[in-house]
């Protein structure tokens, strides 16, 4: 198992064109996906995330409605405060935490999340291998990209491979 997080972005970045094939691999091949979702919650109780907190330095948080509410109440403001002041617009994602590069989340502090009780709903459930809507092959894009920064991703892939009988 690899946690090494500069070894995760070398290897990750290295090996994108090696699991854009994986991902059509899998497209093409019947998996049980409950074998997936199994190996990725071992894989998960492997790693500490608290210790990492790599996903808050290199993802951007898209909110929901509720997520707004939650935040707001669990820092004591109105919604349209919260919205000005830890929020901006992605063009691609809609509203999302305030994110400064190099740093990442607005509320990260060293490796700790200062609303942990009140998080939005995806960083709950980040990075999607165990809870996720829709069948890991068929949402194996977002996996390419996070397996350069989540040693859970990273190692859930090369997992995949050996079970799946993948070809590098
Ligand atoms: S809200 Fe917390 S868990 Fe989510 S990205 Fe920000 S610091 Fe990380
Ligand atoms: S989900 Fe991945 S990137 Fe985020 S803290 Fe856990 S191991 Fe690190």
């Not at 919650?41 to 993802?59: Q, R, S």
């Not at 405060?81 to 994602?93: K, M, S």
């Not at 060293?110 to 459930?125: H, L």
């Not at 990075?127 to 829709?134: A, D, S």
Request: glycine share 6%; with cysteine; aromatic share 10%.
């Amino acid at each position: 198992m690899i946690t090494d997080l500069v070894q995760i972005k070398r290897l990750g970045e290295q090996k994108r064109p090696e699991n854009e094939r994986f991902r059509k691999h899998l497209k093409s091949h019947g998996f049980v996906e409950r074998n997936f979702r199994a190996k990725a919650e071992e894989i998960e109780a492997e790693i500490d995330c608290t210790v990492c907190a790599n996903c808050c330095k290199n993802a951007t948080v898209k909110l929901h409605d509720r997520d707004v509410e939650k935040l707001s109440k669990f820092l004591r403001i109105k919604p349209a405060q919260f919205l000005r002041d830890y929020t901006q617009e992605d063009e691609e994602q809609g509203t999302v935490l305030k994110f400064e590069e190099g740093k990442g989340c607005v509320f990260l502090d060293g490796n700790d999340c200062t609303v942990y009780d009140a998080r939005p709903q995806i960083c709950v459930d980040f990075p999607h291998l165990v809870r996720g809507n829709g069948t890991i092959p068929f949402r194996m894009w977002q996996f390419i990209d996070r397996a350069t920064y989540c040693p859970i991703v990273y190692n859930a892939l090369e997992a995949y491979k050996e079970m799946t009988g993948f070809k590098r």
